[in-house]
């Protein structure tokens, strides 16, 4: 079955600074979808970033972009120039492309962003 | 264009009570998917629907839990006699067709169970 691990219960970043959050995966699947969604506090789960695992690439959404690593089924959210709207839960997502389950979302527990003024 | 709709955005019951948890997906799309979010946890994938189907009821817990997604109307997701387990926020997504990469989220249900 696969998982997803997020380490960081909680982090916090200033204003205007980066932040990395981290996030791994285990898969037996080779064509699948990565994604971070943001949690705000409205609890509306929004899509901030994905990445398909087929593309060597790294997807980048203007101030959001990630650092894919296949081999090390590693994939972290890198924020920068945190602004204070960023602050939320965030959740690192993984979904097989092929198969019999590749509607399935499988989520991580989250990490609670807090941006500091 | 709408987003995907839920109502009630809170409901609070008390145990041995029904609650039913409706879901209007995004207009064009087929298919609903409802998720489970504990408290500290991420969110669980219940249930996948299309319209009059079940196509995959694997999350779901074998009792008290139902889904539909009638031809006509919002996708329904039924809780009988509730316990305080059932305590949670449940979260229906929608997709055009399942090879498109993207759910769409509504904004949650928040049910509490006194």
């Known amino acids: 079955a696969q998982t997803v691990t997020q380490s960081q219960p909680e982090m916090s970043v200033q204003e205007a600074e980066t932040v990395t959050l981290s996030c791994t995966y285990d898969t037996s699947e080779s064509d699948y979808y990565l994604f971070w969604y943001k949690q705000p506090p409205s609890r509306q789960m929004i899509l901030v970033i994905r990445q398909e695992a087929y593309k060597q690439q790294n997807a980048t959404e203007n101030r959001f972009s990630v650092n894919f690593q296949k081999a090390a089924k590693s994939f972290s959210l890198k924020i920068s120039d945190s602004q204070l709207g960023d602050a939320a839960m965030y959740f690192c997502?993984?979904?097989?492309?092929?198969?019999?389950?590749?509607?399935?979302?499988?989520f991580g527990k989250g990490t609670l962003l807090t941006v500091n003024p | 264009n709408a987003g995907v709709m839920q109502n009630p955005r809170h409901l609070v019951r008390r145990r041995g009570q029904e609650a039913r948890l409706r879901c209007s997906p995004m207009?064009?799309?087929?298919?609903v998917y409802w998720y489970r979010q504990l408290p500290e946890e991420g969110l669980k994938f219940m249930v996948y629907?299309?319209?009059?189907?079940?196509?995959?009821e694997s999350g779901m817990p074998k009792e008290r839990f139902s889904a539909e997604f009638p031809k006509e109307g919002p996708s329904i997701l039924r809780i009988q006699q509730v316990v305080r387990g059932d305590s949670a926020a449940y979260f229906c997504?929608?997709?055009?067709?399942?090879?498109?990469?993207?759910?769409?989220f509504g904004p949650g249900t928040r049910l509490t169970v006194l």
């Open positions: 629907l299309q319209k009059e189907n079940i196509i995959d």
């Open positions: 997504a929608s997709s055009r067709a399942v090879s498109y990469n993207e759910q769409f």
């Open positions: 207009k064009g799309h087929s298919h």
């Open positions: 997502a993984y979904r097989p492309n092929s198969g019999g389950s590749n509607y399935k979302l499988t």
